[in-house]
């Protein structure tokens, strides 16, 4: 299936299109939130011309590629971001999300998610992978929710934040070999292991 950059998705209560200039402050509003970044590796963005600058090095210039996939999650009622779903390409092809908290609980992020793993299921795109600190389970659920399957743990040192981090690694696979693990995270970590009935 060919695409463009980052095509627009509807479900029934979102619509996932590109982050915009117009859409600054909206994303400022997700980024500096302290609960909703705290598992992420970067420091909460702290002011309007942060965000405006993050918008430009992490969005605007993905979209000026030929494919990528970029989402801000909208309300339809509103068109307004309140979260977003990135997928970054090649390697392990690391899938994430997030959300404003005053949304959370709400099956919004499967929602979100499942769009866009429903569009990437229909590229060339072999797989996805994705990981979360083990102490945010709930992000784990909505990889379960997906149909992602957990894989292995691992440790790494999460920068710029420099903490250490043991997280869990899910695999969705799209072309048939369901045995494929993507391993770059386990050779590169010292300390990896299993867990059980997760």
Known sequence: ??????????T??????????????????????EDVNKYLPMFPLKSLDEASAFFKEKYAEIYN??????????????N????????SIGGGYDFGYGLKKEFWHNGITTEACLAVVN??????????????????????????NIGMTYCYSYEEQWQPKDIP???????????????????EYWDNSKIRFVEKNL
């Open 1 to 10: 299936m060919s695409l463009t950059n980052t095509p627009p998705l509807k």
């Open 165 to 183: 981090v043991i997280f869990r690694m899910y695999q969705l696979n799209f072309d048939g070999q369901n045995d494929r693990v993507f391993k």
């Open 80 to 87: 307004i971001p309140i979260g977003y779903v990135n997928l």
């Open 65 to 78: 590629q030929p494919t990528g996939y970029k989402y801000a999650v909208c309300l339809k009622s509103n």
């Open 119 to 144: 569009l990437l299921g229909k590229t060339d795109i072999p797989f996805i992978t994705a990981t979360h600190d083990v102490n945010n389970p709930r992000s784990g659920n909505v990889m379960k």
């Open 12 to 33: 029934q209560r979102l619509l996932l299109r590109k982050f915009d200039v117009n859409d600054i402050e909206a994303l400022s509003s997700i980024y500096s939130d």
